[in-house]
């Protein structure tokens, strides 16, 4: 039999949550482009592609039905009659939420499947919602028999059997799955053995784009019946991505491309976290963003991040020196300010400063000098950075990173104050890492002096301060957090990894007597297995003892 071909568009798009009608445009766009320029068969979007990943609580709006229902006529009528269109949408069936991913062709809904693994983990809560579907689907996509299933059902068995029974010859996988370190590895490792279980290529299209603390990496693929990764998209990137298939005897065969090797930890996260500040920005209308920058390395590599994603024309950073504040925070700031070619101020707090010490000095009479006057310093900082978001219509960017959001080194209504903590999930030990690694994209001219990098961390709320006077060193204190925020180790489990037990005692007692502040931060974008936000969920009034 003469060979056949077949060529599926993975359309890797970014959409916004909740806007129904824009992401119908999206799809109408696509697909136009797919039948045009690229003569395809078939093009297949992201999990839930009309309402945007992940919806929450609207689902729950009794609008919904009314709003996918409108939204999927509109998509009968106008998409090419020739190209079989597949999409994820929410659907209501007597009253029974199903999370449903549909085959639209020549004006009509073909196929139709609902979800069978719902997630209910880390950042997952899908049955919240949805109910499990039970029954597989395929269709006929030219001469080859097609199943689709939807993200998490690729990783557990039993859907991937059932398309097998059904004799399907290929897979076609919609995702929404979010990044996080080592999560392209994953997905490649359990991609390959469901194909090779069932002796079909899958097909895998995930969405990209920033959502909420959540970013999507996109890296959508083809896995072929061997298992391995013959075709892949471009990971942080948004487009239509054409995979080539020959048919013998309705047996689709992948034709290779070439493929590139997976990003190293280091790109992965500061592409992750240039994507999230992105799209939060813009997705929520602010005109540009704001930081107080203060020639440490957790603000420079912020600012860094700021101006990848937006543009230099779009951040304002800010130096608010202190009598505390050494020369060389000041040199080190206003350079990295010109470096990166963004606005740049300075605007000293002593004034503000004395003027609040004098306001309290009945309340202060009689006591020492503690956190309170360094809190005070943080706070006169936070009032300057929300007086000009509110005014330019700049979010505020804050600067404090994982080590410190677990041991509550930082300030509510202080270097707290903002709408977006960048390093809000990088442990500070990654921060250093990152810091060289966004200095060689641009050897000539790294943005972060390297003094920065090499000078010891510290707050300059006190003469002389350094962090590890209260804190342990960032490497002891990184994996200690690890093993408890992460992984949910006990303080016996932590000390059998050889950690000296007082050390690790002090430091979960600081974890969880800071749950109060952790709840009143701002998001940051998630790039760990288990961030601070929507996947760690502690009681802020306990007393739950440390133990075995």
Known sequence: ?????????????????????????????????AADNYAADAIVFPELTLTGYPPEDLLLRPSI?????????????????????????????????????????????VAEYFKQELPNYQVFDEKRYFTSGTEPCCLMIGDVKAAITICEDIWHPGPMAQAQSEGAQIMLNLNASPFHGNKPQERRKLLAERSLSAKMPIVYVNLVGGQDELVFDGGSMVVDSLGQCVMKADTYKEGLYSFDFQVEEGIPVPIRQAISKDADIEA?????????????VNKNGFKGAVLGLSGGIDSALTLAVAVDALGADRVEAIMMPFRYTSQMSLEDAEKEARILGVEYQIKPIEPMYDAFIDALKVDFEGTTRDATEENLQARCRGVLLMAVSNK????????????????????????????????????????FRLCEYRNQLTPDNPPIPQRVIDRPPSAELSPDQKDEDSLPPYPVLDEILRLYVENDCSLAAIVAEGFDKEIVKHVIRLVD??????????IGVRITARGFGRDRRYPITCRWPAGN
């Open 1 to 33: 039999m003469k060979n056949k071909g077949l060529q599926i568009v993975a359309a890797q798009l970014n959409f916004l949550v909740g806007d129904i009608q824009g992401n119908t445009q999206k799809i109408i766009d696509a697909a136009s482009e």
């Open 392 to 431: 330019r219509g700049f979010i505020v960017l804050t600067t404090g990173n994982k080590s410190e959001m677990a041991v509550g080194y930082s300030t509510l209504y202080g270097d707290m104050a903002g709408g977006f903590d960048v390093l809000k999930d990088v442990p500070k030990t990654l921060v």
């Open 513 to 522: 007597l800071n749950e109060y502040k952790r709840r009143q931060a701002p």
């Open 65 to 109: 039905k009314n709003r996918v229902e409108d939204a999927l006529e509109r998509l009968l009528k106008e998409l090419p009659s020739a190209l079989t269109v597949v999409i994820g949408y929410p659907k209501l069936v007597d009253g029974t939420l199903y999370n449903a991913a549909g085959a639209i062709v020549g004006g009509e809904i």
């Open 268 to 280: 992965s996260v500061y592409d992750a976290l240039v994507l999230g500040v992105k799209d939060y």
